[in-house]
């Protein structure tokens, strides 16, 4: 009997497409003549119809997913491809981001056409970016720098630069790469300085949780180091998040049976921050323990904006 053909849901962008296609690849490559039939189904979303406001200011991080969660939970969808770090920590019940692929690297890059780096950028240079974190993290390290919101996918961004709508702009390496595009990092940012939203690199499925076919299929794709990463990251961001007006930044490395995490939080504005790290053997409890502390740091007001 020919096997049920499995239908994936992704957003329509570039990056999303290039995503479902990977996925697609390595489960084909893993289970060869065996492989059922993979269908990728693009959607338009809500966050993607939406290009000339901050995210932050509309609803946030859900507005990328509502519409192929939906398609999961009715049937319409089997599995969904998803960048991690668009995922908010809470999912509709009966839905899990349960498997991921080998984290790609996780760093941000610098992009310009006139400078060579951050450090290099002259003062009063213009940086776009549309991420919370990445804004205040440039403020933080170049306080005489002018931030300005720059939305739009990785391409409409690069035309952006092109056109001295500003100096210089910051992306995720995984997605230059993802779309063949890594060559137009001018700066790949230090980790340690500059650390990356949670989730980021990392492409992940969603499935319904009860689904074992879906978990088997899906078992010989899946990196288990990946995952204890992102487990300790989610829960960290969990603990941290209610709003997505708050910038937060952090980055897990599953170790030998265990994970090392390194957190960031910051006002707006950079002029404050909270910085720490956490290690251990159990992935939420580190993340957990990590993200209580800095909240705690911070205290109640930080949260709400300013
Ligand atoms: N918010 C858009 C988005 N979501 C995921 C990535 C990059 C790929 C990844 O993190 O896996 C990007 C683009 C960017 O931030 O430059």
Redesign the pocket.
């Known amino acids: 009997m020919q096997p049920k053909p499995i239908r994936l849901g992704t957003r329509s962008s570039p990056?999303a497409l290039a995503q479902a296609h990977e996925v697609r690849d390595r489960l084909i490559a893993a289970w060869g003549v065996s492989a059922p039939e993979i269908e990728i189904v693009p959607m338009s979303t809500a966050g993607d119809r939406i290009q000339d406001r901050p995210l932050a200011e509309v609803g946030g991080k859900g507005l990328f997913t509502e519409e192929i969660e939906a398609g999961l939970l009715s049937g319409a969808l089997d599995i969904a491809v998803h960048?991690?770090?668009?995922m908010p920590t809470v999912l509709p019940d009966g839905l899990v981001l349960g498997h991921f692929l080998e984290r790609?690297d996780?760093r941000d890059a610098f992009v310009s056409l006139k400078y060579r780096s951050l450090a290099e950028l002259p003062e009063a240079a213009v940086v776009g970016t549309a991420?919370l974190r990445r804004a205040a993290i440039v403020r933080r390290l170049r306080p005489d720098v002018v931030v300005v919101p720059y939305r739009g996918n990785?391409q409409t961004r690069l035309r952006k630069l092109g056109e001295g709508v500003a100096d210089a702009t910051l992306?995720?390496v995984?997605?230059?790469k993802?779309l063949g595009m890594f060559d137009v990092a001018t700066e790949i940012l230090d980790i340690e300085a500059f650390p990356p939203?949670v989730?980021?690199?990392?492409?992940g499925i969603e499935s319904r949780a009860d689904d074992p076919r879906i978990a088997e299929l899906l078992a010989p794709i899946h990196h288990r180091p990946t995952a204890i990463a992102l487990t300790c990251e989610r829960a960290y961001l969990a603990r941290l998040d209610g709003s997505c007006r708050t910038p937060i930044a952090g980055h897990a490395v599953a170790t030998d049976g265990g994970v090392d995490l390194h957190g960031l939080i910051l006002t707006p504005d950079g002029s404050v921050a909270h910085e720490g790290r956490e290690s251990g053997s159990d992935p939420e409890s580190v993340g957990d323990r990590l993200g209580t502390r800095l909240a705690a740091l911070a205290g109640p007001g930080f949260f709400s904006g300013s």
């Not at 960048?83 to 668009?86: E, I, L, P, V, Y």
């Not at 989730?199 to 492409?203: E, F, K, N, R, S």
């Open positions: 990056l960048s991690s770090k668009d790609e996780p991420s990785v992306l995720a995984a997605g230059l993802r939203a989730g980021q690199g990392a492409i």
